[in-house]
């Protein structure tokens, strides 16, 4: 089985920074990407950042220049730096990754089960 576990979220002030860590574990044959999206309260789920195997990324335009996203395709990890937060990045953040298991070597969608983000203002 396969699993996805998010951790490094918290309660932070505006203009702080967190780093959001993410690791694949399990029966894993191969992850061509890995991502984080976020979800805030009342508003549906959206990609924040993504990266592919041979480390192409794209962000979505709130977290330019302020998020960097990174992965160590070795450990099967993948980190969300998050800098200068504000209070609209409040949400809970989910990290993704479209992997083939060692039994099916299908491509698939998994999740993580989630970490929350406050940013005070």
């Known amino acids: 089985q396969v699993q996805l576990v998010e951790s490094g979220g918290g309660l932070v002030q505006a203009g702080g920074s967190l780093r959001l860590s993410c690791a694949a574990s399990?029966?894993?044959?191969?992850?061509?990407?890995m991502g984080w999206y976020r979800q805030a309260p009342g508003k549906q789920r959206e990609l924040v950042a993504g990266?592919?195997?041979?480390?192409?990324?794209n962000y979505a335009d709130s977290v330019k220049g302020r998020f960097t996203i990174a992965r160590d395709t070795a450990n099967n990890t993948a980190h969300l730096q998050m800098n200068d937060l504000k209070p609209e990045d409040t949400a809970v953040y989910y990290c993704?990754?479209?992997?083939?298991?060692?039994?099916?070597?299908?491509?698939?969608?998994?999740w993580g089960q989630g970490t929350r983000v406050t940013v005070s203002s």
């Open positions: 993704a990754a479209a992997l083939a298991d060692r039994t099916t070597m299908v491509f698939s969608d998994y």
């Open positions: 990266i592919t195997r041979d480390g192409r990324t």
């Open positions: 399990g029966s894993i044959f191969s992850i061509s990407a």
